[in-house]
Structures are given as C-alpha cells and as structure tokens.
C-alpha cells in the first residue's frame, strides 16, 4: 500500500512538472513570436520613413508615414501601428545643456507648457536635478541623491539624459495624473536640440 502511495505520489509530480515545462515552453514561444511581430512593425515603419525621405524635403500630417497601419490579424490576435513624430513634442533632455547643467531658455518653454496645463512649475527643479550631471541641487526646490535614498524605496538621480519620458514617475511626489496628463505633450529624445 506504501508503495502505491509514493508511486501514485512521484506521478503526480512528473505530471506537475511537466505541465510546468509545457507552459514555460508556450510561454517563450508566444514571447518569440511577439518580438518578430514587433520588428516586423519597426521594419514596416523604416520602410515608409525610407520612402518619406526619397520622396521630399519636408513632413506633414498628409503623408504616408502618418496614417495608421490597418489592423491585421495574426495567430491569437490582429496588429496595428503607427508613426509619431516626436520631433513635435518638448524635449525633456533639453532642459540641460550638452554640459549638463540647466538650460534656462528651455527652462522658460517647458514653463509655459506647464502653465497651459495647469500644472504646477515646482516639477521643474525635480526634472533638471534629475539630469543635471551633478549631484548638487541646483536651485530651491530640487532634489539630488540624498532626497531620492531616504524613501521607502531608495533609489539615485539618473544624472543624465532620460531615454524615455517613464521616467518622469521616478521624480518625487509625481502623480499619476500629471504623469498622464503631460505625458501627450513630451518625448525623450537623446539628441540635446535647444
């Protein structure tokens, strides 16, 4: 009876693991297939940027790059995509110079974007001590390592450009909803152009 027992017992766990190793199995195909899917899209937009390119010297919103990709279907779901210039969004890598330190002219533009959104300008000392190159607070308001490494969560100023505007949440006391309310109107691009 003892015997049985275990047997009964040791199938048990082989069914278990192998049911285990057959979902882990799915689950990195379905991730391959995805990143292929995600190129294919990345290669349809070079694709049509290429083209873009060829064809003219100027952009606009009539063009081909800027209309939406039909919706096609694929195994288990259907793509789409489409193109944003984010050339037509602020910079938020430009309110530091190519030296990182502040860049007040820009200071001043992403001001007033603010302002038309009614959001408060004390983000603004938070944004450039996140991408100043030092470690020195740089006006009232601000915060460096030491405000960052004293919370529940510790964690260090980037000190350097943003690679995308996500970032923006790891500011202190950033808000979901100003995160997403300014979200639309910015871009991290790695090419300081102020």
């Known amino acids: 009876m003892l015997i049985v027992a275990l047997a009964a017992t040791a199938a048990?766990?082989?069914?278990?693991?192998?049911?285990?190793s057959i979902r882990r199995t799915s689950n990195t195909l379905d991730s391959e297939q995805a990143y292929?899917?995600?190129?294919?899209?990345?290669?349809?937009?070079?694709?049509?940027?290429?083209?873009?390119?060829?064809d003219n010297q100027f952009d606009s919103l009539d063009e081909d790059w800027a209309s939406l990709l039909p919706p096609f279907q694929v195994d288990g779901g259907q793509i789409s995509g489409y193109i944003e210039d984010a050339?037509?969004?602020?910079?938020?890598?430009?309110l530091?110079?190519?030296?990182?330190?502040?860049?007040n002219s820009q200071i001043v533009i992403f001001q007033n974007l603010l302002d038309n959104l009614k959001i408060n300008e004390d983000l603004i000392p938070l944004l450039v001590d996140w991408l100043d190159s030092d470690i020195?607070?740089?006006?009232?308001?601000?915060?460096?390592d030491n405000e960052y490494l004293g919370g529940d969560r510790p964690y260090r100023t980037?000190?350097?450009?943003?690679a995308h505007p996500s970032e923006l949440r790891l500011l202190l006391g950033m808000k979901d909803e100003i995160y997403?309310?300014?979200?639309?109107?910015?871009t991290a691009l790695p090419k300081i152009n102020g």
């Open 136 to 144: 020195e607070t740089t006006f009232p308001g601000g915060a460096e």
């Open 12 to 20: 048990a766990a082989i069914v278990a693991d192998e049911q285990i």
């Open 87 to 94: 050339q037509g969004r602020f910079n938020l890598n430009n």
């Open 36 to 54: 292929l899917y995600a190129a294919g899209i990345e290669s349809w937009a070079i694709d049509v940027l290429g083209e873009d390119k060829k």
């Open 96 to 103: 530091v110079d190519s030296k990182g330190k502040k860049n």
């Open 158 to 162: 980037a000190n350097q450009l943003m």
């Open 180 to 186: 997403a309310r300014l979200l639309p109107y910015v």
